[in-house]
């Protein structure tokens, strides 16, 4: 509870939507912010893929950082961890494209 209370208090001026829609800033859309529900769904069921639970998120920071432009950038970065951090967790993208 706490960390979430210091989380928005440091970001109280980023939670102005009126301010936002004042100034015709983008605050965000039901369907953008229901994306979760049907991104990670689009990106690993196609066609004749099918991926172990244990390996989807692998999948998708892969689809993710080929989407996005960072193919190279991510295996380059893969490459200079060392066998065990490699194998830790994947690498992903900073940003997530629908």
Known sequence: MRTCHRYLSARAN???Y?????EGLP????????AHRYVAQQRLKRPGAWWRVEHAEYM????INRINGDWN?????LSQ????AANDSPQKSSRLTA
């Open 14 to 16: 980023q939670l102005n």
């Open 18 to 22: 009126r301010q936002a829609l004042a």
């Open 27 to 34: 605050i965000g859309s039901g369907e953008i912010e229901s």
């Open 60 to 63: 998708l920071a892969l689809r």
């Open 73 to 77: 950038a991510y295996w380059k970065a």
């Open 81 to 84: 961890k060392s066998p065990a």
